[in-house]
């Protein structure tokens, strides 16, 4: 065979591959498109539901009518389409999964097959315990911190109190003049809240990503274990990396509120102890694994489990 048929040879699969991989990049592009169309049909309830922790918060603030405004024609249908391609990711992002399961799965043997597909599930679903832990427990404390230095219900409380003064004429027949909106002040500048709808937006979206991204820790770290790139020892050994590590993407995503900081690093940190048993639990039956194949004999091990939490327990062969 000359040298030139051993180079077409050696590039049709290659060829071949590409082609695939083309086809699923596109069907994958497609079923992202539909999944913002379908989006973007709910997603003004959709927004509604994301703003509920600064609703709650300018209430218990008192403001008897939360307001948010946009300030530019595009802005607000921009935010749609943005929570749209949000929303549209996550729901097409099953169908993407399969689409690049279906191109790695056929160089995989059986057992890595069945190795990875566990992770390919328990990624989404971590990624929204994350995001709903984001959005019901870290957004509220986070709003109600920001926002508590605001004078949200002091113009609305003007407001009130200057229509109840007002002639029952006025109330009927005319408006509320510009003077009864903006309270008087005997000295200085009255500051009080007027929020935007994609700033707002932006901050819940913020931390939702935040969360989920961080709820992947014991996701990445098992599967770094089950291939052999991590130790649980090695892991137990950057504890206090670990804590600086989270103490300071505490600092940075949450706001400079002790509680809220707190909470994220309780959260991650309890993820990383999670992670270490993982994949101890991993390695253990690796090494189960091994000496039922006769690859390991009884007193071997590929792994140090001195200083363990729990006595290790192996199945003799």
């Known amino acids: 065979m000359s040298d030139a048929d051993e180079i077409e040879d050696s590039a049709a699969p290659l060829v071949e591959h590409l082609r695939e991989l083309r086809q699923r990049l596109i069907r994958s592009i497609i079923a992202f498109v539909i999944g913002i169309v379908a989006a973007f049909t709910v997603a003004e309830p959709i927004l509604q539901f994301l703003l509920v922790p600064i609703e709650e918060t300018l209430r218990e603030l008192g403001d008897p009518s939360p307001t948010l405004q946009y300030t530019s024609p595009q802005e607000y249908l921009f935010t ?13 992002f ?15 043997y059986r057992k890595e097959k069945n190795a990875f597909l566990p992770f390919l599930v328990a990624s989404p679903i971590m990624f929204l315990l994350g995001a709903s832990f984001a959005h019901y427990i870290v957004t509220p404390l986070a709003m109600a911190f920001f926002l508590g230095f605001a004078d949200v219900s002091s113009i609305f409380a003007n407001l009130l109190g200057r229509v109840a003064e007002a002639p029952p004429d006025v109330l ?44 992947q820790l014991p996701v990445l770290l098992t599967l770094m274990g089950k291939a052999g790139l991590v130790t649980a020892r090695g892991l137990g050994k950057m504890r206090k990396y670990a804590m600086v590590g989270i103490l300071v993407l505490a600092a940075l995503v949450t706001p400079p509120d002790v509680i809220t900081q707190l909470i994220l690093f309780t959260a991650v940190y309890g993820l990383y102890e999670i992670s270490i048993q993982l ?4 390695e253990r039956r690796r090494v189960r694994e091994h000496r039922e194949e006769g690859v390991l004999g009884p007193d071997e091990d590929l792994y140090d489990f001195e200083g363990d939490d729990e006595p290790e327990e192996d199945a003799k062969a």
Do not use: H
């Open 80 to 92: 749609l389409f943005r929570i749209s391609m949000v929303f549209g990711f996550a729901l097409a």
């Open 94 to 108: 099953p169908y993407i999964a399969f689409q690049m399961w279906r191109f790695v799965a056929p160089g995989l």
């Open 172 to 215: 009927l027949t005319e408006p509320i003049p510009e003077p009864l909106i903006v309270p008087e002040t005997e000295e200085g500048v009255r500051i009080t809240f007027f929020g935007k709808v994609n700033e707002s937006l932006d901050i819940t979206l913020k931390f939702i990503m935040a969360f989920g991204l961080c709820f």
């Open 279 to 282: 994949v101890k639990a991993v």
